[in-house]
């Protein structure tokens, strides 16, 4: 299945990013295999040195927002501290980070 992904250059919370994505495309990105190169390319034209991705904290457990788990690339603390529970991507190191919500990053959307 083709995706379409869209890096938007605003500064929104993880909520506020998941809000836009949900009015304007369709949602957050979920990373997967195929198009892991594709947000690569993507993040690394943000304005922001981390972009949010559809990845959360929840419930003891990390998970996109597409209810996939993170395949063990993905790595991110078992228990982050509190408000630290959205996954985003380093567009320098590509690292994986979990960060405070309420940080206001560029996103990825699909």
Not at 1 to 28: D, F, G, I
Not at 77 to 92: E, F, K, W
Request: glycine residues 4%.
């Amino acid at each position: 299945m083709s995706r379409n992904w869209v890096l938007v250059k605003e500064k929104k919370t993880w909520e506020e990013a998941q809000e836009y994505c949900r009015m304007n495309y369709n949602v957050l990105a979920s990373q997967t295999s195929a198009m892991q190169e594709l947000a690569k390319i993507e993040a690394g034209q943000s304005e922001t040195v981390s972009v949010w991705l559809g990845l959360r904290f929840l419930d003891g457990k990390w998970f996109w927002l597409n209810k996939e788990s993170p395949n063990s690339s993905v790595s991110l603390p078992p228990c982050p501290a509190q408000n630290y529970h959205c996954g985003a991507r380093n567009i320098y190191t590509q690292a994986w980070e979990n960060r405070h919500c309420n940080e206001k990053l560029n996103f990825i959307c699909y």
